[in-house]
């Protein structure tokens, strides 16, 4: 074959194999040191598997140069026969430019790479520092120090160690190197030796036994003198001895260096003595430390000299690390250094910055720093340096989830891992990103990316940041955690003496009683018991800040009790922040909505999700009931499938609005405008309801059976017809029917009275769920009349018999239910009475005042305070709407924007057209906005419907509290409303009565 066929064969070979430059390649392997390479498709191949082939070519080329003539040969033939050295060193040649140009100085340290074999040895501390028991002097020192370094590089680059293990050894390789650097230092000063105790306290990744390859290492010394030596004496030959083992270690020789001993995370830092006495770091600790200060010592651990000395000082300070979270302002301060941090990485490296940027290193150890801080006063177990075996630590105990800490687990581990590729390719200290794309290729090799390095390494890198980040800030930014902080350790684990003074100072009126609960929620070593020893003190504090604490709790043990072994609950009680406070919120507000919430335990999944809380909207509701009934064997399985669903709407609707009743103004929660968020609750109520009605109707048909011969459609009235239903409103409906063509009119009638009468006793059954009462005392006639009428009946009713009073009740009537095309049809039946077109005769408006003074005169219960009835009292409720329904009769017919069902937009139109000046307008909207709150806040609290305040004083207290009052100003709260009521009575006297 021609010479340019094999050169040919021998360029696809070998960019078949990876290299990037097959010419450059080619070349090299015709040298005579790299001849014998070229002939052994064993060695090519093992090229062609590391990070960069290339790289590795020309630094093993080099190697075999640098070798005496006589060790060449050796080398190569070691390669081919030495499985495990030639995967060792051509990974090392191929990932890293520094220690090659370290093999090529030192030619003899290959062989390194042959004193351990695939038994996965793991060297500690004590075997580095024998290896490194020769080095008696600086340049010795960083040649023994090199050569371990090597072999811990081969190791990881060949899978034989994982991350944890190697950074592991490069902290112990360290330690290893500090405790040689002090032995050469006291070598040289031996009096100083003599005249002192010196400690070296390794901090940050050092102390933590998670170093990197180029890193600083942090320490602090501490110092005693020695018998009969004065301490000033002793300090100063300490200082001296510390000065020079950093010297040793951080100055560059002929050999280069090692890297800088950092002393800074010492007292008072660069600008404080470099060495102190024990008593001299606690004094300093107790009384100016800052917040950060601790979390550095939470990593402290005693690595050369006086490692007795060293102890005594982890020892003397472990107290103030575990007892720093209750300090004031802890959490804010340690996320606002984090967000410092942040902000010192310049704009144009944020985005390549693997340690400092957003979803970098710093985010997962900020994250389970604090965490371990805040928790780790009463757990013990979360005291632990390494990084991931604190995140193992909380995800054991419950503190974060198990999912959530296995994701940050496989990301703090590749973002270490790119980290340490990175470091190890030229020996430098950095923690950015490459963008050069052959560094990225061999980057991307050296993790594992063969397809194409390039774009699998950084997807990787994007979905890992990115989840970090996310993960970080649910964690580090959770709104538990401050609460939890501020506690006192003591109350995160309460003695019962202790704990019945605590409960009884936040106002719980049975300690004894809390007490239990206390103990039933959280005594024992599960991660249950675990999870609600760091929810409780928060949650404690939340419940005393509402009218009835004691309520609050049990509510919370109950819940807790049917949901205690479902595992997404207290997970979702723990991660989600605004759920635990949500759920105490809800719990400690009255009895409705907890009484809702045991009925179906599962809805306090609602609380976890902003989006959760949001009205559904009729459409969903009516198709998800419509679905519910339908899938139901049987009418009154299919009523009860209704009612759950309606039983859920009712929750989500009394909690959305018990929170955002609760939130602070600045809470996304909180709703500013009482009017609009009055006006969601209505129109929720009335949307459950009347999807209620359908699937209760449709249940009705087909229970009946047999073929239709009408059509029923379900007219809502009242505040169900105006959308502004309350929690303890009735349905007032009417019902309507249109017999089909050919059917027989009687007994469509029939049929249509079966299905309404079926549908209300559905609706009425006994059940867990809460009833939905069908009130159809509207209907012409009243009770006395028929259940249902057809169209025709309606019309020769009203045409011949309807009174003033009727006008006025069909103001609000709007179809809700059943067939729309008779609903439609009934509206227009009767808008010529509700909006009369020559406007309403005068005998008409006096009889509606003779009524509404007779109704003032006897239906107010007897003995009912008339200043705080929030219906029939004066201003109230219907003061407010006859005077607006008054003027729909009179105006309605020539202003169509009165053409309303609702009180509220009755009244801004009437405003609008100059039926009322804007300040009246204003007056009656703010008393009938207050009346209705007042009664929801009764329901919610009562569990029962009151047109009045409560008499019970805790009662009375949790309506204050919803309707904004600080605790202790109910009386306040009564005042405010005597006074709004009685101007708008002003108004209605003014309005209404004319005069």
């Known amino acids: 074959m021609p010479v340019g066929g094999r050169r040919d064969s021998r360029f696809g070979q070998l960019l078949r194999r990876g290299f990037t430059d097959p010419s450059a390649a080619g070349a090299l392997l015709d040298t005579p040191a790299l001849r014998p390479v070229a002939q052994q498709p064993t060695l090519l191949d093992a090229l062609g598997a590391v990070a960069d082939p290339d790289q590795a070519l020309r630094a093993l080329g080099r190697l075999v140069e640098a ?52 038994s996965d040895l793991h060297p500690g501390t004590e075997e580095f520092t024998a290896a490194l028991a020769d080095a008696h002097d600086r340049d010795a020192l960083r040649v023994h120090y090199h050569r371990a370094l090597l072999t811990i590089a081969a190791r990881d680059l060949t899978g034989s160690s994982d991350l944890a293990q190697t950074a592991a050894e490069l902290a112990d390789l360290a330690t290893a190197t500090l405790r040689a650097a002090l032995r050469i230092a006291e070598a040289g000063a031996p009096d100083d030796a003599a005249r002192c105790r010196l400690a070296v306290v390794g901090m940050g990744k050092c102390g933590g036994q998670e170093l990197n ?108 690390v575990w007892r720093a979270a209750e300090r004031e302002n802890f959490v804010p301060d340690v996320q606002r250094m984090r967000r410092r941090v942040e902000r010192s990485v310049p704009a144009a490296q944020l985005d390549r910055e693997l340690k400092l940027g957003p979803g970098g290193l710093r985010d997962v150890e900020f994250a389970v720093q604090l965490l371990q801080l805040v928790h780790g006063r009463t757990d013990p177990e979360l005291r632990r340096a390494p990084t991931l075996d604190a995140l193992a630590a909380l995800a054991d105990g419950g503190y974060v989830g198990r999912a959530d800490a296995a994701e940050l687990d496989r990301s703090y581990r590749f973002l270490r891992t790119v980290e340490h590729r990175i470091q190890l390719h030229r020996l430098r200290r950095t923690h950015l990103m490459p963008t050069e794309e052959s560094e990225l290729r061999r980057l991307g090799r050296s993790l594992g990316f063969t397809v194409d390095p390039v774009r699998e390494l950084t997807a990787a890198w994007r979905r890992h ?14 709104p538990l955690l401050d609460a ?24 719980y009126t049975d300690p004894a009683a809390a007490l239990r609960h206390l103990t039933a929620l959280a005594s024992g070593v599960s991660r249950k018991a675990a ?87 009729r459409a969903a509701l009516t198709q998800e009931t419509r679905a519910a009934v339908g899938r139901a064997g049987g009418p009154e399985a299919a009523a009860t499938a209704a009612r759950g669903v309606r039983r859920r709407e009712l929750f989500r609707t009394a909690a959305a609005d018990i929170i955002g009743a609760y939130a602070p103004e600045d809470s996304p929660d909180a709703t500013t405008d009482q009017g609009a968020a009055l006006d969601l609750v209505g129109s929720a109520l009335t949307d459950i309801n009347a999807a209620t009605l359908v699937g209760a109707l449709e249940a009705a048909r087909a229970a009946r059976g047999g073929e239709p011969l009408t059509r029923l459609a379900v007219i809502a009235m009242g505040r169900f017809g105006g959308r502004e239903l309350s929690y303890g409103s009735d349905a007032d409906v009417v019902l309507v029917h249109e017999p089909l063509p050919g059917a027989d009119e009687s007994a469509a009638a029939d049929q249509a009275r079966a299905w309404a009468n079926e549908m209300i006793r559905l609706l009425q059954l006994p059940s867990v769920d809460p009833p939905l009462p069908v009130d159809t005392d509207l209907r012409p006639e009243g009770r006395n009349g028929p259940l249902v009428r057809s169209l025709a009946s309606y019309a020769a009713y009203y045409r011949r018999w309807s009174l003033v009073w009727e006008s006025q009740a069909l103001l609000r009537a709007e179809p809700v239910a059943g067939d729309e095309e008779v609903g439609r049809r009934f509206v227009e039946l009767i808008d010529p009475l509700r909006y009369p077109a020559e406007g309403l005769p005068e005998r008409s408006v006096l009889e509606i005042r003779k009524l509404k003074a007779r109704m003032e005169a006897e239906r107010l219960p007897r003995g009912a305070d008339p200043t705080t009835h929030t219906k029939l009292g004066r201003g109230g409720l219907s003061d407010i709407e006859w005077t607006v329904q008054l003027l729909q009769l009179r105006h309605g017919a020539e202003l169509p924007a009165l053409r309303t069902t609702g009180t509220r937009p009755a009244l801004a139109a009437a405003a609008a057209a100059g039926l009322l000046t804007e300040e009246d307008a204003a007056v009656l909207d703010e008393a009938w906005v207050l009346a209705s709150r007042v009664r929801n806040a009764v329901m ?44 708008a009575r002003g108004v209605v006297e003014r309005v209404f009565y004319e005069g």
């Open 465 to 478: 940041t990115s989840g970090v980040r996310r993960l970080h800030e649910k964690l580090f930014y959770r």
């Open 67 to 118: 070798q005496p003539e006589s060790e060449r040969a050796r080398l190569l033939d070691t390669l081919l026969a030495a499985k495990p050295l030639r995967d060792r060193l051509l990974a090392v040649l191929g990932a890293s430019e520094g220690l090659a140009d370290e093999l090529v100085r030192h030619p003899a340290t290959w062989q390194a790479l042959v004193a351990f074999d695939t």
């Open 940 to 983: 919610l609290v009562r569990g029962r419907p009151l047109d009045s305040f409560p008499t019970d004083t805790r009662e009375t207290a949790a309506v204050a509290r919803y309707l904004g009052y600080e605790p202790g100003t109910a009386g306040m709260m009564l005042d405010d409303y005597r006074r709004v009521t009685r101007r």
């Open 531 to 617: 999870i609600q020893r760091t929810l409780l003190p928060v949650l404690l504090d939340r419940f005393a800040d509402s009218a009835d604490p004691d309520a609050g709790l049990l509510g919370f043990r109950k819940v807790s009790d049917a949901l205690g072994t479902t595992p997404w609950y207290l997970r979702l009680l723990r991660d989600e922040g605004a759920a635990a406070e949500n759920l105490a919120r809800v719990l400690s507000a009255g009895r409705l909505a907890p009484d809702l919430l045991l009925r179906a335990p599962e809805a306090v999944a609602l609380l976890g999700d902003p989006a959760g809380l949001r009205p559904r909207g």
């Open 213 to 320: 390859y180029v890193s600083d290492v942090d320490v602090i010394f501490v110092a005693e003198p020695v018998e009969g030596v004065p301490e000033e004496t002793a300090l100063r030959a300490a200082t001296r001895l510390a000065a020079a083992m950093m010297r040793i270690c951080s100055e560059r020789t002929a050999e280069g260096t090692i890297w800088p001993v950092d002393a800074n995370l010492r007292p008072e830092g660069r600008n404080g003595p470099l060495v102190r006495t024990l008593s001299s770091h606690l004094a300093y600790y107790q009384r100016w430390a800052k917040t950060w200060e601790f979390q550095a010592l939470l990593k402290a651990r005693p690595i050369a000299g006086d490692v007795p000395l060293g102890e005594e000082y982890r020892a003397a300070v472990a107290p103030l």
């Open 484 to 507: 939890v902080a501020r506690l006192e350790a003591g109350q995160v684990r309460l003695g019962e003496g202790a704990a019945k003074e605590r409960l009884e100072a936040l106002g």
